[in-house]
């Protein structure tokens, strides 16, 4: 598969488009001669650092991490000028949300588009060192990041005195080791820093003091790499990139996984629907099974139904429908698997990863996986729906320090409320003496 | 003051000494962050790389080294799930349980895994050749079921493919 034929200037797939999976990752010379580092070269010689920050913040750029928070309102938040002292930014590269697997191919395959954004970036809110922040499971991103950041370095992009300018900005790679929590911004700053990776109480927020008690910006990668193409085009080509689908500007990493024919990544125009991913791009349910549930963007987003498919996939419309778009991946449930089964593993899932900073967090999570599969297993008791509602609601928004125990509950009270036969077909026969007593 | 309560507390710590390499390696990472202590992290991995697992023993010469406590580092080796206080074997098998894997086979995929080796997660083989563990969502969604032997990524893997998988991992 070939992507590098679209030499068009205004490419519409600007993340992707110098992806050859054939030809292997883009190194230095190979990414210097698609003009990479032009940007770069560029905003340090003729831009501000406050006019790269009004392009970012006039293309409408939001978060791809899942929250969708507009980054040129976060970076505003920095505080500006020579007396501000250290700031870090931070590339949140530890991709861990269930069914997203969008960050993995953007840093194996153009590790020197993102080293080129976190640039970027870091001279927008004049930083003073970078850090990706990887997980440990990602070898091949590490080995080729380190590479990247080698060549770049050599070649004066990074590092001490920028090309040669009064700034210095240099780019580690931090590798994790284990636990989804530390794809939790402030979290990940603890984890950063040598900690348990337990959340912090916000506010403050990391804009303000985050890493070492510093001003911090935590960006997605895929968030990041936007940035050479938005600021080498300007706000109004990226805005045109969503091709009227969406008020959202840009492209997306979409993605469709699960019980689907042909499971896969793809950088389409913001908003395009749901049914497109699944029936065009993904090839359909596999072993044509109908489709009976779908996340839209990760394990932390309410399952929606196949009457949601034609939906732009931006953040307000999915978000209107009742869940999120999250990762903008989506995983596909087709009608011959269990809700409950699913349900199920998601909360394991949570239950495990929670860190247990917060007791609804670390009691509730497991409570719920006792009683969902109580529920698989056709031994559920009679309170247990109404047991399991409740805990949608003490895990809820504001309970907790993080959004870990609030994205749990988002497939549970989903599920619940589209498919409460299913649910209720694994409660256990009343027993007969009880039935007669209440009788 | 510090060292002699720690080896009252814990007699093998004067048996454990950090070779030069590990000792270099911990002191590169420390060099990447104005607070040494940030790389505590990558310290237990340093020491994880060359002897398989972070020994209980090792705890208190690492923490010497980034200069905080032992209870402190305790702290960290113990919250991350893939620094191992326990030996494991000679190949780790990291199965993917996150949702999309557990819509494509999961579920039979770690019992023939389970089976063959004769091992439940947290497990190692009796020939000291495989420990089983699993693992968050790999990123390799497209790819489900899916899992990771040492640094290799594999998938999908069918249940029949089991046997051929793991031979090459002597």
């Given at each position: 598969?070939?992507?590098?034929?679209?030499?068009d200037?205004?490419?519409?797939?600007?993340?992707?488009?110098l992806?050859?999976r054939?030809a292997?990752?883009?190194?230095?010379?190979?990414?210097?001669?698609?003009?990479?580092?032009?940007t770069?070269?560029?905003?340090?010689?003729?831009?501000?650092?406050?006019?790269?920050?009004?392009?970012?913040?006039?293309?409408?750029?939001?978060?791809?991490?899942?929250?969708?928070f507009?980054?040129?309102?976060?970076?505003?938040?920095?505080?500006?000028?020579p007396?501000a002292?250290?700031k870090?930014?931070?590339?949140?590269a530890?991709?861990m949300?269930?069914?997203?697997?969008?960050?993995?191919?953007?840093m194996?395959?153009?590790?020197h588009?993102?080293?080129?954004?976190?640039m970027?970036?870091?001279?927008?809110?004049?930083?003073?060192?970078?850090?990706i922040f990887?997980?440990?499971?990602?070898?091949?991103?590490?080995?080729?990041?380190n590479e990247a950041?080698?060549?770049a370095?050599?070649?004066?992009?990074?590092?001490?005195?920028?090309?040669?300018?009064?700034?210095?900005?240099?780019?580690?790679?931090?590798?994790g080791a284990?636990?989804?929590?530390?794809?939790?911004?402030?979290a990940?700053?603890?984890?950063l820093?040598?900690?348990?990776?337990?959340?912090?109480?916000k506010p403050?927020?990391?804009?303000?003091?985050g890493?070492?008690?510093?001003?911090?910006?935590?960006?997605?990668v895929?968030?990041l790499?936007?940035?050479?193409?938005i600021?080498?085009?300007?706000?109004?080509w990226f805005?045109?990139?969503?091709e009227?689908?969406?008020?959202?500007?840009?492209?997306?990493?979409?993605?469709c996984?699960?019980r689907a024919a042909?499971?896969?990544c793809?950088e389409l125009?913001?908003?395009?629907t749901?049914?497109?991913?699944?029936?065009?791009h993904?090839?359909?349910?596999?072993?044509?099974r109908?489709?009976?549930?779908?996340?839209?963007?990760g394990?932390?987003?309410?399952?929606l139904?196949?009457?949601?498919?034609?939906?732009a996939?931006?953040?307000?419309?999915?978000?209107k429908?009742?869940?999120?778009?999250?990762?903008?991946?989506?995983?596909?449930?087709a009608e011959?698997?269990?809700i409950?089964?699913?349900?199920?593993?998601?909360?394991?899932f949570?239950?495990?990863?929670?860190c247990?900073?917060?007791?609804?967090?670390r009691?509730?999570?497991?409570?719920?996986?006792?009683?969902?599969?109580?529920i698989?297993q056709?031994?559920g008791?009679?309170d247990?729906?109404?047991?399991l509602?409740?805990?949608?609601r003490?895990?809820?928004?504001?309970?907790?320090?993080?959004p870990?125990?609030?994205?749990?509950m988002?497939?549970l009270?989903?599920?619940?409320?589209?498919?409460?036969?299913e649910?209720?077909?694994?409660?256990?026969?009343?027993?007969?003496?009880?039935?007669?007593?209440t009788? | 003051?510090?060292?002699?309560?720690?080896?009252?507390?814990?007699?093998?710590?004067a048996?454990?000494?950090?070779?030069?390499?590990?000792?270099?390696?911990?002191?590169?990472?420390?060099?990447h962050?104005?607070?040494?202590?940030?790389?505590?992290?990558?310290?237990?991995?340093v020491?994880q790389?060359?002897?398989g697992?972070?020994p209980?023993?090792?705890?208190?010469?690492?923490?010497?080294v980034?200069g905080?406590s032992?209870?402190?580092?305790?702290?960290?080796?113990t919250?991350?799930?893939?620094?191992?206080?326990h030996?494991?074997?000679?190949?780790?098998?990291?199965?993917?349980?996150?949702?999309?894997?557990?819509l494509?086979?999961y579920?039979e995929l770690r019992e023939?895994?389970?089976?063959q080796?004769g091992?439940?997660?947290?497990?190692?083989?009796?020939?000291?050749?495989?420990?089983?563990?699993?693992?968050?969502?790999?990123?390799?969604?497209?790819r489900?079921?899916?899992?990771?032997?040492?640094?290799d990524?594999h998938?999908p893997?069918?249940?029949?493919?089991?046997?051929?998988?793991?031979?090459?991992?002597?």
């Amino acid at each position: 598969m070939s992507l590098r034929s679209d030499s068009d200037p205004n490419y519409a797939k600007p993340l992707t488009r110098l992806i050859d999976r054939v030809a292997g990752p883009l190194d230095f010379a190979g990414y210097e001669a698609e003009n990479g580092y032009a940007t770069l070269r560029r905003i340090v010689k003729e831009m501000s650092p406050a006019d790269v920050q009004g392009v970012v913040r006039a293309s409408n750029l939001r978060g791809r991490g899942g929250a969708g928070f507009p980054t040129g309102v976060k970076w505003s938040l920095i505080p500006m000028g020579p007396d501000a002292g250290a700031k870090y930014l931070v590339c949140n590269a530890d991709e861990m949300e269930p069914g997203t697997f969008k960050d993995r191919l953007l840093m194996e395959q153009v590790p020197h588009q993102l080293v080129e954004a976190m640039m970027i970036a870091g001279y927008a809110i004049q930083a003073t060192a970078g850090y990706i922040f990887l997980r440990g499971e990602y070898v091949t991103a590490e080995k080729r990041l380190n590479e990247a950041l080698a060549a770049a370095r050599a070649a004066g992009y990074v590092g001490a005195n920028v090309l040669d300018g009064p700034w210095s900005f240099d780019i580690h790679v931090h590798t994790g080791a284990g636990r989804y929590i530390c794809g939790e911004e402030t979290a990940l700053i603890n984890s950063l820093e040598g900690r348990r990776a337990t959340p912090r109480a916000k506010p403050p927020f990391p804009q303000i003091a985050g890493a070492w008690g510093r001003p911090t910006i935590v960006n997605n990668v895929e968030t990041l790499s936007n940035l050479p193409h938005i600021v080498a085009n300007g706000p109004d080509w990226f805005k045109a990139l969503s091709e009227g689908k969406s008020q959202d500007s840009g492209t997306k990493m979409y993605g469709c996984s699960g019980r689907a024919a042909k499971p896969g990544c793809w950088e389409l125009p913001i908003g395009t629907t749901a049914r497109e991913l699944l029936e065009v791009h993904a090839g359909g349910m596999k072993d044509g099974r109908r489709l009976k549930a779908w996340l839209p963007g990760g394990g932390s987003t309410d399952f929606l139904l196949p009457e949601h498919l034609d939906l732009a996939m931006d953040y307000e419309t999915i978000q209107k429908a009742g869940s999120r778009m999250g990762t903008g991946q989506i995983t596909v449930v087709a009608e011959n698997q269990s809700i409950i089964s699913a349900v199920r593993n998601l909360e394991e899932f949570f239950a495990r990863e929670s860190c247990g900073w917060c007791t609804p967090c670390r009691d509730g999570l497991p409570w719920s996986v006792k009683i969902l599969q109580a529920i698989e297993q056709g031994r559920g008791q009679a309170d247990d729906l109404d047991v399991l509602s409740k805990l949608t609601r003490w895990l809820g928004p504001g309970k907790t320090f993080c959004p870990h125990a609030p994205g749990a509950m988002e497939p549970l009270q989903s599920a619940l409320k589209f498919f409460r036969a299913e649910f209720e077909a694994g409660l256990a026969p009343a027993p007969a003496a009880a039935s007669a007593k209440t009788a | 003051m510090t060292e002699a309560v720690l080896k009252i507390v814990d007699p093998r710590a004067a048996a454990f000494e950090l070779s030069a390499d590990e000792r270099r390696e911990i002191e590169h990472e420390m060099s990447h962050y104005p607070d040494p202590r940030a790389a505590s992290i990558e310290a237990l991995k340093v020491v994880q790389k060359h002897r398989g697992w972070v020994p209980d023993a090792a705890i208190a010469p690492i923490a010497a080294v980034l200069g905080i406590s032992a209870a402190d580092l305790e702290g960290v080796a113990t919250f991350y799930s893939l620094i191992f206080r326990h030996p494991v074997g000679r190949h780790v098998i990291k199965v993917c349980d996150s949702i999309s894997c557990h819509l494509t086979g999961y579920d039979e995929l770690r019992e023939e895994l389970s089976r063959q080796l004769g091992v439940r997660y947290g497990e190692t083989t009796r020939d000291g050749r495989f420990t089983l563990l699993p693992i968050c969502c790999l990123g390799a969604c497209d790819r489900g079921a899916c899992l990771m032997i040492d640094d290799d990524l594999h998938g999908p893997v069918e249940p029949t493919e089991v046997a051929k998988l793991l031979e090459p991992y002597a």
